[in-house]
T-cell receptor, first 113, second 113 residues
């Protein structure tokens, strides 16, 4: 168990809908990262938050947004969903020190039908 | 380029043999590297890391080698076991000490009993 919790584990929704994925980082970790993993793209970095503020953006679509709350949990919002958004979405967290490993949650499998 | 899933590079080894998984990283500014193991349906799991001031680091049954001259990383697994069957990813920090990791495409290790 990595200590990173993601909910829900599975999500099936229709095109055009909006969903929210939730992540609780390891206790004490200030950084939260969101990654998307699909069959043809590998693990793609979406966005990073550090202590409530956005720190870095990767290949995140404008239809997607995220936030990190004062209790450090994070949510990834996906809207106007398309079939191609079907993927595994992972959250990871890391500690405050430089060059520390990121610990991953078990992921949310999103299926858009 | 290579992709996770249908086009994932695969390494097949006999149980008890040693495995070597290779990775070419992309950013010469990267100074921190991690190997992750991902089993089916699970999130990536930290195996071992190495900083750029080292060429080699050993863990339990695993060794990581770093060649900065050619931007190459390898993971050696001794006495490979069926439980080692998974997809292995290398990741680099792109020179950012508290930033997101950049993942390679992954190699699928299959261990034959």
């Amino acid at each position: 168990d990595s200590g990173v919790t993601q909910t829900p584990k599975h999500l099936i929704t229709a095109t055009g809908q909006r969903v929210t994925l939730r992540c609780s980082p390891r206790s004490g970790d200030l950084s939260v990262y969101w990654y998307q993993q699909s069959l043809d793209q590998g693990l793609q970095f979406l966005i990073q938050y550090y202590n409530g503020e956005e720190r870095a953006k990767g290949n995140i679509l404008e239809r997607f947004s995220a936030q990190q709350f004062p209790d450090l949990h994070s949510e990834l919002n996906l809207s106007s969903l398309e079939l191609g958004d079907s993927a595994l979405y992972f959250c990871a967290s890391s500690g405050q020190g430089a060059n520390t490993e990121a610990f991953f949650g078990q992921g949310t499998r999103l299926t858009v039908v | 380029g290579e992709s996770v899933g249908l086009h994932l590079p695969t390494l097949s080894v006999q149980e008890g043999d040693n495995s070597i998984i290779n990775c070419a990283y992309s950013n010469s500014a990267s100074d921190y590297f991690i190997w992750y193991k991902q089993e089916s349906g699970k999130g990536p799991q930290f195996i071992i890391d190495i900083r750029s001031n080292m060429d080699k680091r050993q863990g339990q049954r695993v060794t990581v080698l770093l060649n900065k001259t050619v931007k190459h990383l390898s993971l050696q697994i001794a006495a490979t076991q069926p439980g080692d069957s998974a997809v292995y990813f290398c990741a680099e920090n792109g020179g950012r000490s508290q930033g997101n990791l950049i993942f390679g495409k992954g190699t699928k290790l299959s261990v034959k009993p």
